[in-house]
């Protein structure tokens, strides 16, 4: 796919790229209706062209965001554009400033698994593993977590909730923000939703570990 070297061409891309999807989706719900499907090889190019057009609406969403706050629109209208926080909006498509150097902050994620890591690290808590959860504490986490740390934060929590029943839908979002990759978890009580936060350092030790209500920045 030849990468797009403006927003106008990005635009036209993507609308080329969504019509020949939804011809080809066409032919294939033709197919199968008539009893003659497409072989597995066009059901695989469908798909490609499907993860194809979604690479390009992310492309376009993020250059017309950026375009929005250059022509002076603020993060709340963006966010409520699109059903999310100010917050949320700054986080996905902001370019903030490292206050200690006044250069652009690097939202790239390089430590590789950590959704994984930080699932695992919340069920080792959430189901009393302690011992095998401190192992990827970083020193204060340590110092801090105590049992009785960790028995308060989840009393208060099933005070507002109830009991925990399991993950909740949807996968775990990572993200760079500052120094830390930080992963949030959905999960499910019985009286309502709210969302595991573990932010990881740069030595991938677990900097911080919470839970949150869902629609917390």
């Not at 939804?22 to 090889?41: M, V």
């Not at 002076?72 to 490292?98: H, M, N, S, Y």
């Not at 006044?102 to 009393?128: F, H, S, Y």
Request: aromatic share 6%; proline share 5%; with cysteine.
């Amino acid at each position: 796919m030849e990468a797009p070297s403006s927003l106008a061409d990005l635009t036209a891309q993507l609308a080329g790229q969504a019509s020949a999807l939804a011809e080809t989706a066409a032919a294939a719900d033709a197919g199968a209706a008539a009893g003659s499907p497409l072989p597995a090889a066009g059901y695989l190019g469908l798909l490609r062209s499907a993860r194809d057009a979604g690479t390009l609406a992310g492309q376009a969403l993020r250059l017309c965001a950026q375009q929005a706050r250059d022509a002076g629109c603020t993060w709340q209208e963006i966010g409520d554009l699109l059903g999310v926080t100010r917050q949320a909006a700054f986080q996905r498509f902001g370019k903030p400033l490292d206050p200690r150097t006044g250069e652009p902050m690097d939202k790239t994620v390089r430590m590789t698994g950590a959704a994984e890591r930080a699932v695992q690290v919340v069920t080792d808590v959430l189901e009393g593993r302690m011992d095998h959860a401190r192992q990827s504490f970083n020193a204060q986490v340590l110092a801090a977590f105590t049992d009785e740390a960790r028995g308060s934060a989840l009393a208060t929590v099933a005070g507002l909730v109830g009991a925990f029943e399991g993950f909740g839908d949807g996968e775990p979002f990572t993200r760079r923000i500052g120094d830390h990759t930080v992963v949030d978890i959905p999960l499910r009580y019985e009286a309502g939703d709210m969302k595991a936060r573990v932010a990881f350092d740069d030595d991938e030790k677990v900097a911080g570990l919470f839970i949150l209500l869902p629609d917390a920045p």
